[in-house]
């Protein structure tokens, strides 16, 4: 099954998702699909595993150490990354710098003279 094939089926689940508008793709989204489009279900399992080795390989893990087995698993991830507009950075970057503010202030006011 091609991606394209398998996107046509998610267009009408109904599901929220970054990548979607109302019943199709998001503009930003357009060229990571077209590089996907000659891509079937199998060969992007391929990648997501050959992704998931590199990971192990380079480190990229973190123990559970209250998990009996105690072994390394890689961090999860997606292999079709997430695109943030500059609009969309901008509107996050605003509420953080907001947060970090607060924070700063809520520190200060502990530490100092209260």
Do not use: C
Request: aromatic share 10%; no cysteine; glycine share 4%.
């Amino acid at each position: 099954m091609t991606i394209q094939a398998m996107l046509k089926d998610y267009l009408r689940s109904n599901a929220w998702d970054e990548m979607l508008g109302e019943n199709s793709l998001r503009e930003p989204y357009m060229k990571l699909m077209m590089s996907l489009a000659h891509l079937n279900g199998e060969e992007l399992e391929n990648k997501h595993l050959h992704a998931s080795e590199l990971f192990m390989n380079q480190g990229i893990t973190f123990t559970v150490y209250s998990d009996d087995a105690g072994i390394e698993r890689i961090f999860p991830f997606d292999v079709i990354p997430r695109i943030i507009t500059a609009s969309e950075w901008n509107q996050v970057e605003s509420g953080i710098k907001q947060r970090l503010r607060a924070l700063n202030l809520f520190l200060h006011d502990i530490y100092h003279q209260q």
